[in-house]
């Protein structure tokens, strides 16, 4: 990773953020609804007013109704205001969103409702499966905030919100075996203009063409990336870094990695074994 | 499960199918982009006609900026036009549609641009992120599709399309260990009208207050969906069954299981032991 600070690389890896756009053909600008996805950001400052009702339920209703494996909706969605949260967890929803869900994996429920001799004993496939099906109705949820004016972000580790918090999230929210805390989704009004769209990969990094086969990142590529992103936290973390929060999610992984094991294997085998 | 036929539970559970719809509060009824949002269905008939090429790259455009956990990206897509899927599969995309990208989770890209020293040995979590952040960028993609038009469905098995196939698609596209093919997300114009929404289950059964904890589904809630999602699928596949469906999956998953502890955990280990 590189640690010498450059002010010249520092300088133009900002100006990259701040210049950079998603790329929409320019015969598709007028569209409205591609418009609000492009312009979609994951939003940490958040103004006091709350969310009115029927706009929160619409947004669970998106996530309601998201696709998902054979119809499974193996999901469950932990409802939170600024109140209930406070409550349960002894500090205010990260940001100060006026709302949060935290998201789930459920196959507890699939099992429950197609009951257990269905099932074969495939609990990593089974568990791709819920994580994949959560994901999809976050981001249903996330986008439908969106279209109705409500911005939101995704966390994973902030407060103890996510997978990184499995272990305590569990206990919290007293989830039985086949329950799996992935992530929280906080909602509000975005307090000022939208912040930049964080460095994204370009395209041909990200994807290839399917018939010739996957293709290692271009030299350079990913140097420049990361260097984007240690300028880009420092602008917007003056007392931190991005090595900083790297090391943070390190120091929580080990036990994460341990818990989640433990949740997804049972107790005893630990993830022993094939299937 | 329930195998008896019944045909008055089944000429019910399939009319609470064709007569149920996403519930949008009336307030919001005039909301375009929320109308699009919610009318989505998995599609599975097409029209021959391509997509255009602006409106397709900006359908994978949405995929490329979608929010990720930390910003890592760490997906992959396999891009195909008709041409290529059948040069690299010998067959047909699914249901002859025009497009199709398979999804990757990729944890071996996150690996190159951090540094293998920065990352600790935490497989599990590395690839639930991966999974999350893949099927969100899936979801993206699907929604601006919608906008633009265009219509798709997710795949994990028809056609060899996913996580069920991990081995016969990591060969096929290539891939080095890390990275994880989770499904096919297919694009076409659809065929006629979209098809009823399949039976979702109430938002009481997939949420509950977060102060009070997790709540197990009423009784008959989940009975209730199973019949819908039998009458529907025969309805439907009028050749074969939803058990059916189930019962091929079944066939699948227990190769796909040790598939995928192999890959997520490494040839040798296979899954062995604690973090």
New interface residues.
Partial sequence: ?AHTPDPLLFIRSLWRIITRK????P??KD????N???R?R?VRTYRSDDIPE??F??I????????S???L?S??????TAA??R??FDHPIPFKAPR???ILG?TH?DR????EE????????EY??A???A??????M???AE??GVSS??L?ETGQSG??DAEYLCAK????PG?FP??TIVFGYAAGAYPP?????P?E???????T??R??APGV?DD??AQ?IAGYKASHLTSSFQA??HL??SK??????D???M??GESS??????
Same sequence: chains 1, 2.
């Fill in positions: 990773m998603p790329q929409v053909p015969s598709l569209n409205a609804l591609l609000v996805i492009m979609r994951s029927d706009v339920c619409a669970l209703e998106a996530g309601r109704v998201a696709p494996t054979v119809n909706q999901w469950s969605f932990a409802v939170f209930s949260w409550a349960t949060a869900v935290i459920d429920r429950l409702a197609l009951g269905t099932i074969a004993h495939s609990p990593l496939v791709t499966i994580v994949m099906n994901s999809l109705a976050t981001m249903a996330n986008l439908t279209a109705l972000v995704m994973s997978l990184l929210l007293h989830l039985p329950v992935l992530m769209m964080p460095p994204r990969l395209m990094t990200v994807s290839f063409d399917g018939a086969g996957y290692e990142p990913l990336w990361l992103m929060q790297l999610y390190q992984i080990g036990k994460a990695e341990a989640l094991r433990r997804v294997f630990t993830g022993k074994g094939g299937a």
